[in-house]
């Protein structure tokens, strides 16, 4: 066979392994959607590491603050419609706080023997815990059993001073109110699209948080890879607030603020299962806390930046 043939053979072959290789790129399709298996029991660490600051009369406030949770979660049962009841339980919880006025902190795993009496009552959590329908495109569709939850964390706190015990009953509230525990809930799940997907397809999804205040959430996910049964998957959001409706009344002065943001990371999952097994999150806001003391306003600029990182474990 004369060279030239050699040549255009081996050019064709070539041309030939390069079309394939990619089709099968193009063609690689991925179906995420929430689907454990009922009797399955899942291990998830969850750590937020935040840095708040506000700026008042020219003097900066800077807070630090890490809250952590440890939880098993069971897959109880399910419908015709695909959607999963969970049993989540707190097997750890973690919290600290450092201000200008001092550092608190509480760790259940080596708990202090004399902290905060609202710590204590967050450390009791351990061996507590709600339920939890998430859908199969994983949306935390209701949570029962936060009424009982809250009741005992309050009961737990046995504060008698009448001011103190609703400061405190406030503030349990605020980090484990149903919308709370949604949103925590929520970043262990991606908000899944229908159907299959290819490497590199986009699709968008709406939210809101509740940390500070009401804040929309408009996120962009997109397909990055999938290997060995986990798809790795890139969000990007941009967060912002309304100030007409984020208003909170403290009863003698109230708050509202007025942020935007952005909020990107890199969530792994485990399409098997659709839960994320490896996330990291990191979110910027920034903007303005106005507080309103007697028809008065003071505005406080304000910046916070938060860290979240899951790690998810099958038994």
């Given at each position: 066979m004369s060279k030239r043939k050699v040549m255009g053979t081996t050019i064709v072959f070539l041309m030939m392994v390069l079309s394939l290789a990619s089709c099968t790129w193009?063609?690689?399709?991925?179906?995420?959607?929430?689907?454990?298996e009922v009797g399955d029991v899942y291990r998830i660490d969850m750590t937020m590491v935040q840095e708040i600051t506000q700026t008042f009369e020219g003097e900066e406030m800077i807070t630090e603050q890490?809250?952590?949770?440890?939880?098993?979660?069971?897959?109880?049962?399910?419908?015709?419609?695909?959607?999963?009841?969970l049993d989540a339980q707190y097997e750890w919880i973690q919290l600290q706080q450092n201000t200008?006025?001092?550092?608190?902190?509480?760790?259940s795993r080596n708990p202090p023997e004399d902290s905060d009496p609202l710590y204590q009552a967050f450390g009791n959590m351990?061996?507590?815990?709600?339920?939890?329908?998430?859908?199969?495109?994983?949306?935390?569709?209701?949570?029962?059993g936060v009424d009982t939850l809250l009741f005992g964390l309050i009961e737990d706190l046995g504060v008698e001073d009448e001011t103190l015990r609703a400061q405190f009953e406030e503030q349990i509230q605020e980090q484990f109110s149903e919308?709370?525990?949604?949103?925590q809930m929520g970043n262990m799940i991606v908000d899944y699209p229908e159907g299959e997907v290819r490497i590199g397809a986009t699709?968008?999804?709406?939210?809101?948080?509740?940390?500070?205040?009401?804040?929309?959430?408009?996120?962009?996910y997109t397909l990055?890879?999938?290997?060995?049964?986990?798809?790795?998957?890139?969000?990007?959001?941009?967060?912002?607030s309304?100030?007409?409706?984020?208003?909170?009344?403290?009863?003698?002065?109230?708050i509202k603020y007025d942020l935007t943001g952005t909020q990107e990371g890199t969530v792994e999952v485990d399409i098997e299962i659709g839960l994320s097994v490896n996330s990291v999150i990191t979110q910027e806001m920034s903007g303005e806390m106005t507080l309103i003391v007697e028809e008065e306003e003071f505005s406080v600029p304000i910046t916070m930046t938060s860290n979240v990182t899951i790690e998810m474990i099958k038994d």
């Open positions: 193009e063609e690689v399709k991925v179906k995420m959607q929430f689907s454990p890490t809250m952590g949770f440890g939880y098993s979660i069971s897959a109880t049962s399910g419908d015709e419609d695909g959607n999963v009841w200008p006025v001092g550092t608190v902190e509480y760790d351990v061996g507590k815990g709600f339920s939890m329908k998430v859908s199969p495109s994983g949306e935390v569709l209701e949570v029962t919308e709370a525990l949604k949103e699709w968008t999804a709406s939210s809101q948080s509740t940390d500070l205040a009401p804040i929309a959430v408009e996120t962009t990055e890879a999938y290997e060995d049964g986990i798809a790795t998957v890139r969000m990007v959001s941009t967060l912002n309304d100030p007409e409706t984020s208003v909170m009344d403290m009863g003698m002065f109230q």
